[in-house]
């Protein structure tokens, strides 16, 4: 049983969600033959403060006051 974990930053639509884990399980199917009932998908939302790169987080810089 193939398991498959997704770290994505917070925020996009359920649409989007579903989307990624079928086209996931699709590219599992092909690649391993792998029975498409027997892949699971785990998708992990962390804010954007909570994901870093480049020593910098991921969140919107705060609008300058005025």
Known sequence: MPI???TLIE?????AKRRLIAK???AIVEAIDAPL????VI??????????AGGKT???P???PG
Request: charged share 40%; net charge negative.
């Open 37 to 40: 009932d027997s892949i699971r």
């Open 24 to 26: 996931v399980s699709d």
């Open 43 to 52: 998708l992990r939302e962390v804010p954007a403060l909570h994901f870093g």
């Open 11 to 15: 925020g996009r639509t359920p649409e």
């Open 58 to 60: 991921k969140e919107k």
């Open 4 to 6: 498959v974990e997704i």
């Open 62 to 64: 705060e609008a300058p």
